[in-house]
């Protein structure tokens, strides 16, 4: 294969293609390529854009061929008069990299069978490309790492983001906010504003001045920034770039700033900024207080002459940057200063602190320290004491002497369970190695001489900014005496006096303690025990005799139980004993069968042989129950309460029916309270006949309750639960004033002389409003006093019966009638009843049951109650007369009146006389 160069060829001579890439040629070197033999021809110039002799043919046909090959590959399958494009890389020898380009035609016919071609240096093209590109890069590099958020609106909306503006936005990515309106991210209030600050930017590149936006993000905050648009094109249409940067640590900065400069004028430390001569450029207020020179007369001042002594910042940096020293005031006053310097730019900066008060306090706080009856001691970092005050050698049984350079760990320390503290666990230690106080830790400490003082002991850093291990100073006080007495005060707070059994507030506390243990697998027993009849010891024998039986069964009660039970003086003649592991009920019967044969054995006072009983309440908690010591305590009193009821000596288990029924009991007597103002309660009347005539003389007014959930309730079951409480006066006080209404109203409306007869409960006579009241009622309704009968219960005159007998002169004389009621079930004699102003006797209704009865005792009874009660002037009624042999047998007997059944049920006032 030929290589040819173009010598010598006139330009005219080449084909006329040659010629047309020729002309394009400019500064290019032509060649020729035979596809079918691979001869090539080339110019000269080609020698000098590869970089080879001209001579050196074979390297510059090889180079030329390795070049074009793309095209010579290519040529071969395009038609003629394809046109071919190529830019190459070349290595010239000397080493530099040069770009050519290589621009061809093909020709030959039915496919190119020559490539003509020039090629062209373009290297600096090429490089001047490369920079563009390369300029390009690195501003989108720039605006893409750009920490300023950078957007592109067009009409309105936004068409490019760079990936700040996704921080600025809040969004999850950039992408989120193209397409969306620019106005989304103004506050509203500033959209015009924004709108007419762009709208002036009419010609590309102009810019608008920087300008403060609040940016809305999504997340609903606002971004602070500094914004600057420019008008721009955004493929080939007008369009924004908006530059905005974050200032808000700027803002902060310049907030710091401003801070700052407010810090040294106000701040109470002199500052003072000298030149390296020591020639004053600033002095702020804080420097016109301390040293009495007005800022515009110490300003170019030597600092030395101003602060009355010599000043050498030098020196004080060689020493550490802090010194001590004395200065004086304009007026001569001398100053305890404490001097920080700091170099500056073409001088100093000083500090001047005015110790001069602290260092006075110091002194005196020294003096107040050594006066303390409160122990203080200074421990180093090396944990050896460094400092004691008199008190501490005092309390400590040492002298100072002996003290300083010695560990706190020589004395012995122990906690409040007696208990020895480790070293590592003493406060110093804690302390000196967290860094943290301890404030008033209570321990015994053994002094040198062996014996032991209680401390109130507290720990602190001295300097609480100091890393650990720091300095520490310990304050403690002898609380030895104090402590004794605590201990004494503790003991009777929560013990009985009187006994010494815990009383009612440690019984609580030890027994909820216990309850509340996770660990508790053992049954909970409490015993409610309560003396019976013990008032009548207290009543006959007196409080003295009293108190010492309470302290004999206090005594029998603890000697009974174990060492681990509990026993207690509740108050009064009230204990309780708790006890834990007690497997079932017979165990625990037989404890309290235990503890009643204790209690009663005679108890010999002054000669006198007593004997007491107690009655028992009995609660169990499993482990789980939620009861608290409180619920315990309180169910035990109520089974104790239901107990007594069976009568001295018993003993009673709190069970759920007992629970149900007391917590009706408690509902019932609520709902009592409400059910005088409610209107649920009304008044039945019974008839009470002559026994001879069967004509009605009277009618016995009796409560009824109509409750609005449970219908009727019983007399039997509300009248008991009135009398304990205070609700029987209010109740009685409502019956009277009813009654007396109703029935005077009835005697006037049928013109009848019909007599009411109404009961009095035991609490009404303890009363002083009774008489009143009745007083009351009679003049309110009108009915004459000699028409109304009050009963009281034989109980009630047993009770109390001279006082019982002074309220009964009171009301006969008012001109009422008086009844004892339930004759013959209490303990009263007819020589009881002859000094009472009585006009009636009614016989219960229990001996009236046995009058149709075989071999029943009742007829005799009733007869030797009617002769008697006839013999004392008094009216005799039967109550609760039921069958007409009854009847027969009391006009037999020649009782007066009856009342039952028999003659008719308890009936509302308005029934008493059907309309005929």
């Known amino acids: 294969m030929a290589a040819h160069a173009f010598n010598g060829l006139p330009m005219w001579q080449y084909p006329p293609d040659v010629m047309e890439l020729a002309l394009a040629a400019s500064d290019s070197a032509m060649w020729t390529v035979d596809l079918k033999d691979d001869s090539v021809t080339w110019s000269p110039r080609l020698a000098d854009i590869l970089g080879f002799p001209e001579t050196a043919v074979d390297e510059i046909k090889h180079r030329l061929l390795e070049l074009i090959k793309p095209m010579t590959v290519a040529g071969c399958d395009y038609p003629v008069w394809e046109d071919f494009d190529l830019e190459q890389r070349h290595d010239r020898p000397e080493g530099d990299a040069r770009w050519i380009r290589f621009l061809a035609r093909g020709r030959g016919r039915g496919g190119p069978a020559l490539l003509r071609g020039i090629a062209t240096d373009v290297t600096e093209r090429h490089g001047n490309e490369q920079a563009l590109a390369d300029l390009a890069d690195r501003y989108r590099l720039l605006v893409d790492l750009s920490p300023d958020a950078i957007c592109v609106h067009e009409n309105g909306n936004l068409v490019y983001v760079n990936p700040a503006c996704k921080r600025f936005a809040a969004v999850d990515a950039p992408e989120e906010l193209l397409n969306r309106p620019i106005t989304d991210f103004v506050a509203s209030g500033s959209v015009s504003e924004m709108l007419d600050r762009i709208g002036s930017l009419v010609e590309p590149g102009q810019t608008s001045e920087p300008t403060e936006v609040m940016l809305r993000r999504f997340n609903g905050e606002t971004m602070l920034v500094e914004s600057v648009s420019v008008r721009t094109n955004w493929q080939g249409r007008p369009a924004f770039q908006v530059i905005m940067r974050?200032?808000?640590?700027?803002?902060?900065?310049?907030?710091?700033?401003?801070?700052?400069?407010?810090?040294?004028?106000?701040?109470?430390?002199?500052?003072?900024?000298?030149?390296?001569?020591?020639?004053?450029?600033?002095?702020?207020?804080?420097?016109?207080?301390?040293?009495?020179?007005?800022?515009?007369?110490?300003?170019?001042?030597?600092?030395?002459?101003?602060?009355?002594?010599?000043?050498?910042?030098?020196?004080i940096l060689e020493d550490g940057g802090v010194a001590d020293a004395t200065h004086n005031r304009i007026d001569g006053e001398r100053l305890a200063i404490r001097v920080s310097a700091a170099e500056m730019r073409e001088g100093f900066v000083l500090v001047c602190a005015d110790e001069t008060v602290r260092r006075q306090l110091e002194r005196r706080y020294s003096i107040v320290v050594a006066a303390l009856s409160e122990g203080i001691l200074v421990v180093g970092p090396t944990g050896l004491i460094e400092s004691v005050n008199p008190a501490a050698e005092r309390i400590l049984g040492m002298s100072r002497d002996r003290l300083i350079g010695q560990s706190p760990t020589r004395f012995a320390l122990f906690?409040?369970?007696?208990?020895?503290?480790?070293?590592?666990?003493?406060?110093?230690?804690?302390?000196?190695?967290?860094?943290?106080?301890?404030?008033?830790?209570?321990?015994?400490?053994?002094?040198?001489?062996?014996?032991s003082a209680w401390l109130s002991l507290s720990c602190r850093?001295?300097?609480?900014?100091a890393p650990p291990p720091s300095r520490i100073v310990s304050s403690f006080t002898d609380i030895t005496e104090s402590r004794a007495i605590g201990e004494r005060l503790e003991h009777d707070a929560t013990h009985d006096p009187l006994t010494g059994l815990a009383n009612r507030t440690l019984v609580l506390r030890r027994l909820n303690r216990a309850l509340q243990n996770p660990e508790r697998e053992t049954r909970a027993c409490v015993l409610f025990v309560d003396l019976d009849k013990f008032k009548v010891i207290n009543d006959s024998l007196g409080h003295s005799t009293g108190d010492k039986v309470l302290r004999i069964v206090g005594q029998r009660l603890s000697n009974c139980v174990r060492r681990s039970d509990l026993v207690g003086r509740l108050g009064g003649d009230e204990f309780a004993v708790v006890t834990f592991g007690k497997g079932g009920t017979d165990e625990i019967r037989a404890l309290i069968e235990h503890l009643r044969d204790s209690l009663t054995q005679p108890i010999m006072i002054e000669g006198r042989r007593l004997h007491v009983d107690a009655s028992t309440g009995i609660v169990t908690a499993e482990p789980g129950d939620d009861r608290s010591a409180e619920d315990l305590i309180r169910d035990a009193d109520v089974a104790m309460y239901e107990a007594k009821k069976r009568g001295r000596g018993s003993y009673e288990f709190f069970d759920v029916e007992l629970r149900e029924r007391i917590q009706r009991e408690l509902r019932l007597e609520q709902d009592l309270r409400e059910a005088v103002l409610a209107d649920q309660l009304w008044v039945a009347y019974q008839p009470v006949v002559d026994v001879e005539t069967g004509r009605t003389i009277?009618?016995?007014?009796?409560?009824?309750?109509?409750?609005?959930?449970?219908g009727a309730i019983s007399p039997v079951e509300f009248i008991p639960l009135a009398e304990e409480s205070d609700l029987i006066n209010v109740i009685g006080d409502f019956m009277l004033h009813t009654t007396t209404a109703e029935i005077a109203s009835?005697?006037?409306?049928?013109?009848?002389?019909?007599?009411?007869?109404?009961?009095?409960?035991?609490?009404?006579?303890?009363?002083?409003?009774?008489?009143?009241?009745?007083?009351?009622?009679?003049?309110?309704?009108?009915?004459?006093?000699?028409?109304?009968c009050l009963e009281i219960t034989e109980s009630a005159l047993v009770r109390e019966p001279e006082a019982a007998a002074q309220v009964l002169r009171a009301l006969r004389s008012l001109g009422v009638r008086l009844a004892i009621d339930d004759f013959g079930t209490g303990y009263s004699a007819f020589a009881q009843l002859w000094r009472l102003p009585l006009d009636t006797l009614k016989i219960d209704q229990s001996f009236v049951a046995g009058l149709d009865k075989p071999d029943s005792d009742a007829v005799a009874i009733v007869t030797g109650i009617v002769n008697t009660a006839h013999a004392m002037k008094l009216t005799v009624i039967a109550e609760g007369t039921e069958t007409e042999q009854q009847v027969a047998v009391l006009k037999e007997l020649g009782c007066d009146q009856a009342q039952g059944y028999y003659f008719g049920r308890p009936v509302p006032a308005w029934r008493l006389f059907p309309l005929r």
């Not at 600033?282 to 009355?308: F, K, T």
């Not at 009277?698 to 449970?710: K, N, Q, S």
């Open 246 to 315: 974050d200032i808000t640590a700027q803002k902060a900065a310049e907030s710091a700033l401003r801070y700052q400069a407010a810090l040294v004028s106000h701040v109470s430390d002199a500052i003072i900024a000298t030149k390296a001569d020591g020639t004053v450029t600033s002095w702020n207020p804080a420097a016109e207080q301390v040293y009495g020179w007005p800022a515009y007369e110490a300003i170019g001042r030597d600092v030395g002459m101003l602060v009355g002594a010599p000043l050498d910042p030098v020196a």
């Open 461 to 465: 850093p001295l300097d609480p900014d």
């Open 698 to 710: 009277a009618v016995e007014g009796l409560m009824r309750w109509e409750h609005p959930t449970h």
């Open 415 to 451: 906690d409040e369970r007696g208990a020895a503290i480790p070293h590592w666990d003493y406060p110093f230690a804690k302390t000196g190695r967290t860094g943290r106080p301890c404030d008033n830790q209570t321990l015994r400490v053994k002094r040198a001489d062996g014996s």
């Open 746 to 788: 009835q005697r006037r409306l049928h013109d009848v002389d019909l007599r009411l007869t109404v009961n009095l409960s035991a609490k009404q006579l303890d009363d002083p409003t009774l008489v009143p009241s009745v007083r009351k009622a009679l003049e309110r309704t009108g009915l004459p006093p000699e028409a109304l």
